[in-house]
């Protein structure tokens, strides 16, 4: 099979394969999740120079940057969780590398998500989806697409007095496609894998809890989901290499068809 990668190659010079970005750009005025206050908070992005081609660094520019391991376009590993705290290799520097790539299905909730901002992904509209496009293939990446990318400022975490306004899975969906398909991971475009009322869901955070309880990846603050087909993608979502790290932030990018 060496001439699978011969092709690839072949293809990606000659423009037949593109990359999308599935990135947000590290900001300080991008959102992070706000829990509630009595609990410890993500930090943002934060920057400061180290140097400008002057006297601190006559010929060089560089800075350090500061920030959590959930600020961003991120990642979340198992260990993120109490239900994945014992796993083995749950943490994002002993992640295998082959979960990092891997075709990604793309389920559109975009229609819905603009009628209900607190619409909720059930294994009726998943099963709906596989009607039409197949069954999700083992081992796959699942993104639930809901536009939600194209929202900032206080819109993007859509706080209110009795807390977060945003779509996410329930807890059957999340099982079905863990345990009826045996996924390797779930993103979103939204602050977290779990809807903005996620806290009053059976279990809370059902994304979180069962994902990571099967030792299951997550990914959000993902961008340009629009760009990606339903199924034919390829995802490239490596972390940083963390030692015994929760989750890391990342370019996340896709291979398509051009
Ligand atoms: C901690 C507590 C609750 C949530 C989260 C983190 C996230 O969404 C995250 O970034 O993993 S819901
Ligand atoms: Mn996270």
Redesign the pocket.
């Known amino acids: 099979m060496t001439e699978v990668l011969q092709n690839l190659g072949a293809d990606l010079l000659a423009g037949n394969v593109k990359t999308v970005d599935l990135t947000h750009t590290l900001d300080p005025d991008f959102p992070v999740?706000v829990?509630p206050v009595e609990f410890g908070q993500?930090a943002r992005f934060r920057v400061e120079e180290v140097s400008r081609y002057d006297e601190r660094g006559p010929a060089w520019y560089w800075r350090n940057f500061t920030c959590g391991e959930?600020t961003g376009t991120?990642f979340?590993a198992p260990i993120?969780w109490i239900s994945g705290k014992d796993l083995p290799d749950a943490t994002v520097d002993t992640v295998p590398t082959s979960a990092f790539v891997r075709p990604v299905c793309v389920i559109d909730c975009s229609s819905e998500v603009a009628k209900d901002e607190d619409y909720i992904l059930t294994v009726d509209f998943i099963q709906a989806w596989e009607k039409e496009h197949g069954d999700i293939p083992e081992g796959s990446w699942v993104f639930m697409r809901t536009d939600w990318s194209k929202k900032s400022g206080a819109d993007y975490l859509n706080l209110r007095e009795d807390g977060a306004h945003s779509p996410g899975p329930d807890a059957d969906a999340v099982n079905y496609l863990i345990h009826e398909r045996n996924i390797i991971g779930f993103g979103t475009e939204t602050?977290?894998?779990?809807a903005g009322q996620?806290a009053h869901f059976e279990p809370p955070?059902p994304a979180?809890y069962h994902l990571h309880g099967n030792n299951r990846y997550?990914l959000?603050c993902l961008n340009n989901l629009d760009q990606l087909p339903p199924t034919g993608a390829i995802l490239i979502c490596p972390p940083l290499k963390i030692k015994h790290g929760s989750?890391s932030p990342l370019r996340v990018m896709a291979l398509v068809n051009a």
């Not at 602050?191 to 779990?194: A, E, L, M, P, Q």
């Open positions: 999740i829990l993500c959930h991120h979340d993120h602050v977290g894998t779990d996620a955070y979180h997550g959000q989750g």
